[in-house]
């Protein structure tokens, strides 16, 4: 499985966009990237995913370059309500379920 | 509420005694798991299910923890002989596994031990 490195922690003012960089350089032709999102004491929620290029839905947008070794989540406009913990996942669809989530980066929105 | 559902949400219990948790999944869900995951660090993989069958554990897993699947439906994890190492979130998702899905995982709110 494909090893991420991504930041600790981020610190953000609302309505400003926050962009979270996770480093997988070697990442398996195969792999998908997918992000997911925990509040305290709630499990995870899946945010996005992708494989390459740009994928956006309500929520964020994910930005993959040609050569796929990093990717970044990008959340537009946060909220208070978006200070939470993101992990950034890589693996292929035999792994789905299994992954190691890592420490994640904590997001702190302040007003 | 047909999300994925955990109970107890907290256990507090003693060394050396057993717990048991249960889980809940979204009804038409096929795919279990159970994840633990303990104070700043991020869920980590213990066993997953495919309808009643258990088709991988990690070797966080240890001979203390048993988890079942009975009828492919709701799922337990049970500790016995709890140590205070033991003591974390432990995590159950489901999925629907389709043909290259996205694999999203729908995690329930979990379920707090804590080993005296």
């Known amino acids: 499985l494909a090893k991420t490195t991504q930041p600790i922690s981020m610190d953000s003012y609302e309505g400003q966009e926050v962009n979270i960089t996770c480093s997988h350089n070697?990442?398996?032709?195969?792999?998908?990237i997918t992000w997911y999102q925990q509040f305290p004491s709630q499990g995870p929620r899946f945010i996005i995913q992708?494989?390459?290029t740009k994928v956006t839905n309500e929520v964020a947008s994910l930005f993959i370059p040609a050569d796929r070794k990093s990717s970044t989540l990008s959340l537009p406009r946060v909220s208070l309500s978006d200070t939470a913990v993101y992990y950034c996942?890589?693996?292929?669809?035999?792994?789905?379920?299994?992954?190691?989530f890592g420490a994640g980066t904590q997001v702190v929105v302040t007003p | 509420d047909t999300g994925v559902s955990q109970d107890p949400r907290h256990k507090i219990t003693k060394r050396g005694q057993n717990v048991t948790f249960r889980c809940d999944p979204i009804?038409?869900?096929?795919?279990l798991y159970w994840y633990r995951q303990t104070l700043g660090q991020g869920p980590e993989f213990l066993t997953y299910?495919?309808?009643?069958?258990?088709?991988?554990k990690s070797r966080l897993l240890s001979d203390r923890f048993s988890a079942e699947r009975p009828k492919g439906s709701f799922s337990t994890l049970e500790i016995q002989r709890t140590e205070q190492g033991d003591s974390a979130m432990y995590l159950c998702?489901?999925?629907?596994?389709?043909?290259?899905?996205?694999?999203?995982?729908?995690f329930g709110e979990g379920s707090r031990l804590t080993v005296l």
């Open positions: 070697n990442i398996a032709t195969n792999d998908y």
């Open positions: 996942l890589v693996g292929d669809y035999g792994s789905w379920g299994k992954l190691q």
């Open positions: 009804s038409e869900h096929n795919r």
């Open positions: 299910f495919q309808n009643e069958a258990q088709l991988e």
């Open positions: 998702a489901s999925s629907l596994a389709l043909q290259k899905d996205t694999g999203e995982l729908f």
């Open positions: 992708g494989y390459k």
